[in-house]
């Protein structure tokens, strides 16, 4: 997993973070923790974006270079907090694979605490570690930050040295992570995958395959420079694939999401007009 993808973790946390200062009926996610986690530079720009006509121009700006980049990412953050907030069948264990700076964990109904994990790349763990404890005082004790390089390391064997259980029923998060992974980094995550307890579920986002190869920019030709050409998204799938790469390694589609779907959901009753975002795809799926 390359360097420019541990860089990459502030940004969207900066753009949930700017959305606060949408009122609450325009606003696509809400998430009171996400400024707490940024840098002082960040915050500062986020407080300039109370005003309205600068952060709509900047929200336009965004539009017209990467569009749909907005919406689609606060779209895929919100359906995955109410998926896991919703917890409408028996979850043991809570797995983040690829975190960054996300606090959907700190954000969790407390009426009783999942043991979670926190995956990602060492500089970032470490960086989160002071965010949190600026923030709540210490980590809470159901939660455990890991720094895991999962190109390298054994996933598995890191969990389970930090009391994880794959007999636990499992919410697993891979959240855009898997482009940033070669074919081997992917296939060792799904090996262990593979080994979760039937019922788990796992949310997760790619990137779409005949973005990568060029076959279609979608209109993201900026994006396809500075990731594609500069080796930083290494991979993606076609999505008439994705049921039966994931039947292979034992997990079931319950859904399978474009972000003109997520955009219906989640922008349209804002009544704010965005992009979706073309080259990104959303799984949910269950362990069989």
Request: glycine fraction near 6%.
């Amino acid at each position: 997993m390359t360097h420019e993808a541990a860089k990459s973790v502030l940004g969207p946390t900066l753009l949930v973070a700017i959305e606060q200062n949408y009122s609450e009926n325009k606003r696509i996610i809400s998430d009171h923790l996400a400024v707490s986690m940024l840098p002082f530079s960040m915050k500062a720009f986020v407080w300039f974006t109370q005003f309205s006509s600068l952060r709509n121009r900047l929200v336009k700006t965004i539009e017209k270079t990467a569009p749909g980049v907005w919406g689609g990412l606060l779209c895929r953050k919100r359906y995955i907090d109410e998926k896991l907030f919703e917890l409408d069948y028996r979850t043991e264990a809570i797995v983040n694979l690829g975190a960054g700076f996300d606090t959907r964990l700190y954000r969790m109904p407390k009426s009783a605490p999942v043991p979670a994990w926190e995956i990602d790349q060492s500089d970032n763990i470490a960086q989160k570690d002071k965010h949190v404890v600026r923030l709540l005082g210490q980590i809470p004790k159901h939660i455990q930050l890991l720094p895991v390089d999962f190109e390298r390391d054994d996933l598995g064997s890191i969990l389970s040295a930090n009391g994880y259980s794959s007999e636990q029923q499992t919410f697993f998060i891979w959240e855009a992570v898997s482009q940033f992974l070669t074919e081997s980094g992917i296939q060792a995550t799904l090996n262990f995958l593979s080994k979760a307890r039937r019922g788990s579920r796992l949310a997760f986002t790619y990137i779409l395959k005949e973005f990568l190869i060029g076959d279609n920019l979608y209109g993201h030709e900026k994006s396809y420079k500075q990731f594609v050409e500069k080796g930083v998204w290494l991979s993606g799938l076609h999505p008439e694939d994705v049921s039966g790469f994931l039947e292979s390694y034992g997990w079931k589609v319950l859904e399978h999401l474009g972000y003109d779907e997520l955009a219906e959901k989640y922008v349209e009753p804002t009544g704010r007009k965005m992009f979706a975002l073309p080259i990104e795809r959303l799984v949910l799926a269950a362990k069989n």
